[in-house]
């Protein structure tokens, strides 16, 4: 069975630094997608940025960044430039077989 | 409609009711998932559509727990008998087929049992 984890549960981060978020993954799958979704206080998921297993390079989105470590089954996600909008939820996501699963996820907040 | 809308929004039900929570997904989008989230928790995974049929039926946890997906399109989960550990935001995502790389989410059913 295919398991998501993320080890932070809130992370706090000053606006217009950099954090990182921690996500690993278990899975048996060769061939499967990940995903950062974002949930901020409106409770609608919006999808962050995307990675291909079979793809070695790391997805980049604007500001956001991850860094896929597919031996070690490692997917983190990198926020540069921190804004106060991006104080939400985010979860980590593994597609592959029927599901698409989810962490726990990391409540991040940016100070200003 | 342009996204995937659940309702109701809101549903404040009695201990022992039986409640229906709709989905509607983009349309054209063969794959649906329901999801419940507890309050400030992850995404526990219920259930996932493909077309009308459920390849996956593992994450309803219990019998009490049911859902239908008719045409291929709106789906209907269904909580007989409502416990108050029922108690959460009940999710909606849709994506265009198994494979297709964005799901996308509704804006939830946030069901309360007293």
């Known amino acids: 069975a295919q398991t998501v984890t993320q080890s932070q549960p809130e992370m706090s981060v000053q606006e217009a630094e950099t954090v990182t978020l921690s996500c690993t993954y278990d899975?048996?799958?060769?061939?499967?997608?990940l995903f950062w979704y974002k949930q901020p206080p409106s409770r609608q998921m919006i999808l962050v940025i995307r990675?291909?297993?079979?793809?070695?390079q790391n997805a980049t989105e604007n500001r956001f960044s991850v860094n896929f470590q597919k031996a070690a089954k490692s997917f983190s996600l990198k926020i540069s430039d921190s804004q106060l909008g991006d104080t939400a939820m985010y979860f980590c996501?593994?597609?592959?077989?029927?599901?698409?699963?989810f962490g726990a996820g990391t409540i991040l907040r940016v100070k200003s | 409609g342009a996204g995937v809308s659940q309702s109701p929004s809101n549903k404040v039900t009695e201990k022992g009711k039986d409640v229906e929570l709709r989905c509607d997904p983009i349309?054209?989008?063969?794959?649906l998932y329901w999801y419940r989230q507890s309050l400030g928790q992850g995404l526990e995974f219920l259930i996932y559509?493909?077309?009308?049929?459920?390849?996956?039926k593992s994450g309803l946890p219990s019998d009490r727990f049911s859902a239908e997906r008719t045409g291929g399109s709106v789906s209907t989960l269904t909580i007989q008998r409502t416990q108050q550990e029922d108690s959460a935001v009940y999710l909606c995502?849709?994506?265009?087929?198994?494979?297709?790389?964005?799901?996308?989410f509704g804006q939830g059913t946030r069901l309360t049992v007293v």
């Open positions: 349309s054209g989008h063969t794959a």
């Open positions: 990675q291909e297993a079979y793809k070695q």
């Open positions: 559509f493909q077309g009308n049929s459920a390849p996956d």
């Open positions: 899975t048996s799958e060769n061939n499967y997608y």
């Open positions: 995502a849709s994506s265009q087929d198994r494979w297709n790389t964005e799901a996308f």
């Open positions: 996501a593994f597609l592959g077989g029927n599901k698409l699963v």
